[in-house]
């Protein structure tokens, strides 16, 4: 704790540090009273808030950097990749302005200057960060902003000829592939990261992991899936989609092959045989609305990994009471599969 001094005057001065700014000059405050004690009370008082000014002194950049750094060990590593990608591209605006002199004014005119340049998406998804870094080291910030508005994709609605189609022409680990995202909702980073010990008796698949992204830009496997709803146990995918897996040590992966190459392949494949608009996520959008005339969303929810209100009430109530039944649905939505993808 900083001592006060006598002054000349008479009165009492208690100096302490406040602050370093960015070209490493550090800055200090001082508190004058009748008494010393007065004095070191004062100083002690704004030494407990010194911290909190020193960190809402950093610029927008520098706030960026640190939430990212402090995030980096909790988030998913595409998640910091995209983090990176913002930081890179979007904040030169507003990079070297302090976090503490941010009006609701300066932010929005700089959400109207991203949104001529990106897509509302991007906007909402930099606004997203920098809100949440800046928050980070003052966390009574608020702003009122308006963000662009997002309009949402039509959906694309898959056909069990497309499929078919799909299924038939493709070879190899593509046609694996693409049996088990149109019959088992396999997302392309859990088709990628899935091992032969994953595949357990009963043609059950064990989803538990997913290929992504690292920040650096390579690919890596995640332990966890998107979501926490994702791990999940899949009995759905017939049994010559498991058979072109063929066999392997347990801890092999199945499909050799990334993310990126898969899609690469499938959108080579789609525009061969003139089929537009289908993206290889879509056949994840197959199985949903296949699967909604067959089975109760109660169980098609957990199976295909979706976090909705019917997978809790599977969790919570279902689980027991209705395994059997459970498991009819399942068969029978084996058995559709099996028509869609079967040659005729």
Known sequence: MATARKQPSGQWKCRVYSH????????????????????????????????RRERVDLTVSEAIAGYIR????????????????????????????????????????????????????????????????VRLYAPETMWRITLPTIIKKRRVSVSDASVRLLYNAATGWLKTAIGLAASGSLRAGEICSLTYGDILDGGIVYIHSDMVRSPEGGWTIKEIPKTKNSVRYVDTIPSEVLD??????????????????????????????????????DLRGFFASTGAGIMPDVYLAP?????????????????????IESKRY???????????????
């Not at 960015?22 to 808030?49: L, M």
């Not at 070297?96 to 906007?123: F, G, H, M, N």
């Not at 092959?257 to 537009?276: A, M, Q, S, V, Y």
């Not at 068969?331 to 005729?344: A, P, S, T």
Request: hydrophobic share 30%; with cysteine.
């Open 20 to 51: 370093t700014t960015p070209d490493g000059k550090k800055h200090y405050r001082a508190f004058t009273a009748g008494t010393k004690q007065e004095a070191e009370q004062a100083a002690a008082k704004f030494s407990g808030t010194a911290d």
């Open 70 to 133: 402090a995030k980096n060990g909790v988030l998913s590593p595409s998640t910091i990749r995209g983090y990176r990608i913002l930081e890179r591209n979007n904040y030169s605006d507003i990079g070297r302005i302090r976090i503490r002199k941010l009006t609701t004014d300066r932010v929005q005119t700089w959400v109207s200057d991203q949104a001529e340049k990106s897509s509302p998406k991007t906007v909402k998804n930099a606004y997203g960060l920098l809100v949440s870094s």
């Open 330 to 344: 399942a068969e029978q939505m084996r058995r559709k599969f099996e028509d869609v993808l079967k040659n005729v």
């Open 244 to 281: 072109l897996l063929g066999d392997g040590d347990p801890g092999d992966r199945c499909v050799g092959h990334t993310p990126g190459r898969l899609g690469d392949n499938f959108r080579n494949l789609c525009k061969r045989l003139g089929i537009e608009g289908i993206r290889f996520h």
């Open 303 to 323: 199976r295909g990994g979706w976090d909705t209100a019917a997978s809790n009430v599977m969790k919570e109530h279902y689980q027991h009471e209705k395994e």
